[in-house]
Every structure is written in C-alpha cells, then in structure tokens.
C-alpha cells in the first residue's frame, strides 16, 4: 500500500477529547473517525489489524471445535422477555419498533438466539456437545461511553456459546475455551491474565475475565502475593478477621456531637474500626434498602446489587432517608423497621460493636448481631483492598488496573430452562441443556494492545496484528536513484510475502519519521541516498529504535528475521 494513496491522514497535534493513550493515537494516527459518541468507522489501517485478529480467532475457535455462523443483530423483544434479561440490561438494550408496530431489540448478546435454536435442532444426548461462534456487530446503548474503544455502543464480537449434556462436559467445553483464549492473545502478542470475576447481566454461576494490565484500565483487579488467586474487584474474596472473643454487654446510648463517620466516631471514642458498625443507604429499583458492614470495611456495589438481584443501585438523598424514618449519619439497624437490610458477614466476626442510634447525635455502644437487630440477608458485600488478607490462603493481595479482553460464563441451565431448551437422556429423560458462553471485543482488544504496546512517539504493533509488517521510507523521493531503489524494493518485499506500506509522498524526513513512530509498524526500511552510496539501507525494529545498515541483496531475509523479534 502507497501512503501518498491511503484514505486517512495523521494528526500533528493530540486530540482535546481523547482521555486514554489508545484513543489519542488511534484519533491521531488517523485509524479512526468518530460518527458519533460511542460509534466509530474503522479506517483502512485499523480495518487490516481486525481483520488479523478476526483470523487468529477463527483458527483458534476452529481448533477447539467451533463452528461458525452468523445470527442477526435484529432481534424480536419475545424473546428477551422470556428470559427476563429485556428487564436485566433495561437502558442499555436498544429498543424499536417496526412498520407493523412489532417489537425489536438490537441484540448485545446473542444467549437468546441461540438457546432458541437449540430448542429446536437439539433432540437427544446424541445431538451433545455443539459449540457455535459468530463474528458480528453487537450494541449496548452506554451511559457513558469513553475510552475510544475500550467501551463503545457499537462493536465488533466474537461470541461463542457452548451446550453439553451435563456438568462435566460444561467443564471440559470451558476449559477449552479457556485455553483458546490464551492462544488468542498469545498469538496477538500480548500478557492476558485470567481473573474471578462476576458474570453481570448475562448471568450464570461462575466467570472468568482476561486482562491486559495497563496503568489506564477501567478495571481493578486484586492478585495474591502467596496464591494464583486473582479476582476483578468486583467479585474479589477477602479474608475478614475477627476481633477478641467478649461477651455480649448490655446496650449503652453515648452522646456523639455532629460525629457522622466512622473515622470521626473511632477517633472521638479511641476505638478501632473494626469496632464499629457501618449503614450505608441506597436506593435500589425504588426501594429504601440499608447496607449493614463492620467499620473497617467498605460495600461492594456490584455484589450489593447482586445480593438484591436488582438491577439500579445509587446512594439515597436525606430526603429520602428521612422519609423512612431514619436520621442521615446517625442511622442504625437497631428497631429499624419497613427498610430491606442487607447485612456483611463481617457483622458476625466481632461483639459489642458501636453502631447509629437513629437520633441526632447519638450512637450505641454494645450493639452485638442477631441480639440487637434483625437482618434480611447476610452475606459478602465487602470491597477488597490493597493489603487485605487473600481468602484462600491469607496472603497479602495487591491491587493492579487492566482492560477487559474477554470473558467467559458457565451459564448452566439459566436460559435452557427458561426457554425450554431440553434433550432426552440415555433413558429416554428430559433434560435441560447446559450452555457457555465465551466472548472477545475485538476492538476492545485492539485498544488494549495498543495501551499495552506503545511509548511517546506513537504505537508499537505486536507484528501478528500489525496492520502492516514494514514500513517503507524513501528519503528525498524526488531523487530518480532513491525512488528507483525504493520501488525495486517494495516490490521484492511484496514478492517475498511480506505486508508492506510504502512512504511515497513528497514529505521532509522528519514527517516521515514521526509519522512511522506515529503509525508503528514493527519494522522500518529506509532508504536514501547515502545509504544507497554505501549499497546498503537502513532497518530499525520499532520496538527498540535501534538502526542498523544492512546489504540490499541481504534485506529480504534480514526483515524476516527482525519480524520474529518483533
């Protein structure tokens, strides 16, 4: 490809709008063209490194046993009603209707349709395993979307969706999802690491998320310094310590002027914490519901919510809190009545906590749970932290930022029952099936590489999902030796296989050179008059920016060579 007739142009400056080092050098590298927030046309060079990826994943989700097919994005509303998910992603479905007044979603998943057709084509245990894959447009209508990429309203997914016969073949159809995964990013020449995560609104008993860890991610992810346990913090354990063995004493009111936190309440009566109790009140799907957490710990929104099974969690208003009968900062579980309390285990670790008294300026000394106060779910809702014990093996956790780039659900017979979805057993039983389901944002995948593989100067791209190999520079173009030379080059580069984008323009050597730094291409040719004075060119591996000269009846196979370095 000629440069002079690529269809995009670089930036010289950054754009204002762009808030993560992939979307400014995608915006400036002129790989994208932003239609509208959270929509994106991919231009030509972008395009190329897709489709690369799109090939890596074919062949490994190809090798694993899948087959691909393509489902619509359009999709009847029926279907989602029946399993209750129209409700689960509310806003962020996208909704219409058609001419006949029918009602449609765009689909951001496809569980729907394909536990549809296996209620049809699947009969007996004999038809078990399948799994299927698609490579296709998903949209989520995103509160918020940002990142460029990394979280947009329309994208580009792989998803596949496994279905077995039992829990055993489940666990074996995961695992080879699993280890496609990480051929995946292997061959795109990235570090995913895999990590406990919780399966939101598609559902299921356990999930697992891939990671690229980059200072920019959105996530937050806690690893232990002792174990392999990892976990995004949503769904991160921690171990919850106890404090000393007493026994229960009775009640006690103790004045606290204008003392509304925890940490003004344990300097004010030198206690620890841990020795305190904390209410937290939300407004969860238009209910007054009371979080319930030992002081040294924080709540967990995410496992909040799904300890509610809701669906809408914020913070509730005075006004709010007052209507209820409470007293905002001073809110106590204590004879609290007609509000939903969701309780932290940690409640249980510990005795004769100090807790809200729900009067101005008051607290409760030797508050001890179920004596004092009644609970209507007790369960984790604690956040882990930097330093918290690992649940598994006590070991220190330390706390790290990564971007999703795939991840992977156990659904179980969560949609098979819903819709039907059976296959007679061996004696001749109904059965539902047992589905997966595995998902991979090529875009998003593409923004995390280039946050993981960039430095000042622009993108470094991973050879396997560069847009192209080679980047080649005439120098002087307009000399008749220097732009003889460079296409007699391009052209045995072409011939010898190799993926080449060729500077032709008219260009001073330093647009050229930034616009490579810029543009990334794992390795550089440049070729000039003096270099030719000296039968040679110029090569330089973007990654390390070290130029060496080399012969030109040597250069085909020295290009492979700095490509497997790449």
Avoid at 80 to 99: H, I, P, Y
Avoid at 137 to 159: H, I, S
Avoid at 172 to 181: E, G, L, N, P, T
Avoid at 426 to 442: A, C, E, F, H, V
Wanted: hydrophobic share 40%; aromatic share 6%.
């Amino acid at each position: 490809m000629r440069l002079s007739e690529l269809f995009g142009k670089t930036l010289r400056e950054t754009p204002a709008e762009a808030d993560t080092v992939s979307h400014q050098l995608l915006l400036k590298a002129g790989m994208i063209y932003q239609v509208a927030a959270g929509v994106y046309a991919y231009l030509p060079l972008l395009w190329r490194s897709l489709r690369k990826i799109e090939r890596i994943i074919r062949e490994e989700m190809d090798a694993a046993g899948g087959q691909e097919m393509l489902m619509p994005s359009l999709q009847p509303l029926e279907l989602w009603q029946e399993t209750g998910r129209d409700a689960a992603f509310g806003k962020t479905l996208f909704r219409l209707v058609d001419r006949k007044n029918r009602s449609l979603v765009l689909a951001p998943t496809h569980e729907e349709v394909t536990s549809e057709m296996a209620r049809q084509f699947v009969r007996s245990y004999r038809d078990l395993p399948l799994m299927v894959y698609q490579i296709q447009t998903k949209f989520r209508d995103e509160p918020r979307p940002r990142g460029g990429l990394v979280r947009v309203r329309e994208f580009a997914m792989k998803d596949l969706y496994s279905f077995d016969a039992d829990q055993a073949g489940l666990d074996i159809s995961y695992q080879k999802m699993v280890r496609a995964y990480t051929n995946v990013y292997r061959r795109c020449g990235l570090t995913a690491v895999v990590v406990e995560a919780d399966s939101g609104a598609i559902g299921g008993k356990d999930s697992h998320e891939f990671m690229l860890i980059v200072e920019t991610g959105e996530n937050e992810i806690l690893f232990c310094s002792q174990c392999d346990y990892a976990a995004n913090e949503e769904r991160a354990e921690l171990l919850k310590e106890g404090g000393e063995h007493e026994e229960p004493l009775p009640m006690e009111p103790v004045d606290t002027p204008q003392i509304k936190t925890i940490d003004q309440l344990a300097t004010f009566l030198r206690l620890p914490h841990m020795k305190t109790l904390k209410v937290v009140l939300y407004v969860a799907d238009g209910r007054l519901v009371m979080a319930l957490i030992r002081g040294d710990l924080q709540v967990n929104g995410v496992k909040l919510t799904n300890a509610l099974k809701g669906r809408e969690l914020r913070l509730a208003g005075d006004a709010e809190i007052e209507a209820a009968g409470l007293v905002p900062g001073f809110a106590s579980p204590v004879g609290v009545k007609g509000v939903y309390v969701v309780a932290d285990d940690s409640i249980t670790l510990g005795a004769n906590f100090v807790a809200g008294a729900n009067q101005p300026d008051t607290h409760v000394k030797n508050v001890n749970y179920p004596r004092d106060f009644r609970v209507d779910a007790l369960c984790d809702i604690a956040s882990a932290q930097t330093g918290d014990r690992c649940a598994r093996c006590g070991g220190k956790m330390r706390m790290a930022r990564g971007i999703e780039v795939g991840h992977v659900f156990k659904l179980g017979t969560l949609y098979s029952e819903k819709m039907g979805a059976t296959y007679l057993d061996r004696d001749g039983t109904k059965k539902p099936i047992l589905m997966g389901s595995y998902g991979i944002g090529l875009g998003r995948l593409l923004a995390a590489a280039i946050e993981q593989h960039h430095d000042e100067q622009g993108i470094i791209w991973p050879a396997t999902i560069a847009p192209y190999q080679v980047q080649l520079i005439g120098l002087n173009i307009a000399n008749r030796e220097v732009a003889d030379a460079s296409e007699r080059i391009y052209a045995e580069l072409l011939a010898a296989g190799y993926d080449v984008l060729f500077d032709d323009r008219a260009e001073t050597a330093g647009v050229k050179f930034n616009d490579a730094d810029l543009l990334g291409m794992p390795v550089r040719v440049t070729v000039s008059q003096r270099t030719l004075a000296a039968g040679s060119v110029e090569l330089m591996l973007r990654k390390n920016r070290q130029p060496i000269m080399v012969a030109l009846d040597q250069l085909v196979v020295k290009v492979g060579e700095l490509l497997a370095q790449a």
